[in-house]
């Protein structure tokens, strides 16, 4: 998906980084956005991402993630065979 909206983009100032959430650490006040699509529910501590998100971005910066709608996690979910 990187190499793909990397494909798309034309703007240079964009920084594509696919990193572990669980290990993130990054600079304090230096992003406008983050940007995480279908992933935190994978995460096991979401509150200690939060704080590794909120502190890089700048005072007017956003952050924006996607969640998978939970009819899909449901399909997911294997029944049991009744007998």
Same mark, same amino acid.
């Given at each position: 998906?990187?190499?793909?909206?990397?494909?798309?983009?034309?703007? /240079?100032?964009? &920084?594509?980084? *696919?990193? /572990? $959430? =669980? *290990? $993130?650490? $990054?600079?304090? /006040?230096?992003?406008?956005?983050?940007?995480?699509?279908?992933?935190?529910?994978?995460? =096991?501590?979401?509150? *200690?991402?939060?704080?590794? &998100?909120?502190? !890089?971005?700048?005072?007017?910066?956003?952050?924006?993630?996607? $969640? =998978?709608? !939970? &009819?899909?996690?449901?399909?997911? &979910? *294997?029944? !049991?065979?009744?007998?």
């Amino acid at each position: 998906m990187l190499s793909k909206a990397k494909e798309m983009s034309t703007d /240079n100032t964009i &920084i594509y980084r *696919q990193d /572990n $959430l =669980e *290990q $993130l650490e $990054l600079s304090s /006040n230096t992003y406008d956005l983050a940007y995480s699509s279908l992933t935190l529910h994978y995460i =096991e501590h979401l509150s *200690q991402l939060s704080k590794a &998100i909120y502190h !890089p971005l700048r005072s007017d910066g956003y952050s924006i993630f996607s $969640l =998978e709608h !939970p &009819i899909i996690l449901l399909v997911s &979910i *294997q029944k !049991p065979h009744r007998k």
